[in-house]
């Protein structure tokens, strides 16, 4: 069986419904699905105006389709587009194979990106497992031979003092105000 990549475009009329286009686009897949397709990419462009009138209308709800079917799945859909009262236009155009292998290359190299981010994150510490490193430190320094050590971290932080000059644009901690 002979398949080739697709590109299917149809504009549905403007007063269609979201449960409508839901329809349209369930009937287009299981077309494809009966028929040994497959359904690769689901570009819904929403309402856009066009480019002259078609059956009185000024808008449509535009939606794109990349597909890798068979010659028998084409005519089909063809066939079932073209008596839909809802579809206003539809275009069905055999896709270039070097540009599909290069999407296809790229989609695989975000999807490796994906997967290896995905690996990072899970390497990173998360919030759930920070309190039992934390524990394991403490217990470590705990252990260690600190003989000799001098300091404590209270004695990196310094306190910050203040002069009277910054004191003055200070606001006071509780509104005097309110005490009254």
Same mark, same amino acid.
């Given at each position: 069986?002979?398949?080739?990549?697709?590109?299917?475009?149809?504009?549905?009329?403007?007063?269609?419904?979201?449960?409508?286009?839901?329809?349209? =686009?369930?009937?287009?897949?299981?077309?494809?699905?009966?028929?040994?397709?497959?359904?690769?990419?689901?570009?819904?462009?929403?309402?856009?105006? =066009?480019?002259?009138?078609?059956?009185?209308?000024?808008?449509?709800?535009?939606?794109? =389709?990349?597909?890798?079917?068979?010659?028998?799945?084409? &005519?089909?859909?063809?066939?079932? =587009?073209?008596?839909?009262?809802?579809?206003?236009?539809?275009?069905?155009?055999?896709?270039?194979?070097?540009?599909?292998?290069?999407?296809?290359?790229?989609?695989?190299?975000?999807?490796? &990106?994906? &997967?290896?981010?995905?690996?990072?994150?899970?390497?990173?510490?998360?919030?759930?497992?920070?309190?039992?490193?934390?524990?394991?430190?403490?217990?470590?320094?705990?252990?260690?031979?600190?003989?000799?050590?001098?300091?404590?971290?209270?004695?990196?932080?310094?306190?910050?003092?203040?002069?009277?000059?910054?004191?003055?644009?200070?606001?006071? &901690?509780?509104?005097?105000?309110?005490?009254?």
């Amino acid at each position: 069986m002979v398949t080739r990549d697709y590109e299917l475009g149809f504009i549905l009329n403007p007063e269609v419904s979201e449960e409508q286009t839901q329809a349209i =686009l369930n009937r287009v897949e299981q077309i494809v699905a009966t028929h040994g397709g497959q359904i690769v990419q689901v570009n819904k462009w929403g309402r856009r105006r =066009l480019s002259y009138p078609i059956e009185h209308h000024r808008d449509g709800n535009y939606i794109f =389709l990349d597909m890798i079917l068979t010659p028998e799945t084409v &005519a089909e859909l063809d066939r079932t =587009l073209r008596v839909s009262e809802e579809v206003l236009r539809h275009l069905m155009k055999r896709r270039d194979s070097r540009t599909v292998q290069k999407e296809r290359e790229a989609r695989a190299a975000a999807a490796a &990106a994906a &997967a290896s981010a995905e690996a990072q994150a899970q390497a990173e510490p998360t919030s759930a497992n920070i309190e039992g490193i934390e524990a394991a430190v403490e217990e470590a320094l705990a252990d260690a031979d600190l003989e000799g050590a001098e300091g404590t971290n209270e004695d990196v932080i310094e306190p910050v003092t203040l002069s009277e000059e910054d004191m003055a644009d200070v606001p006071p &901690a509780i509104d005097e105000e309110t005490l009254e």
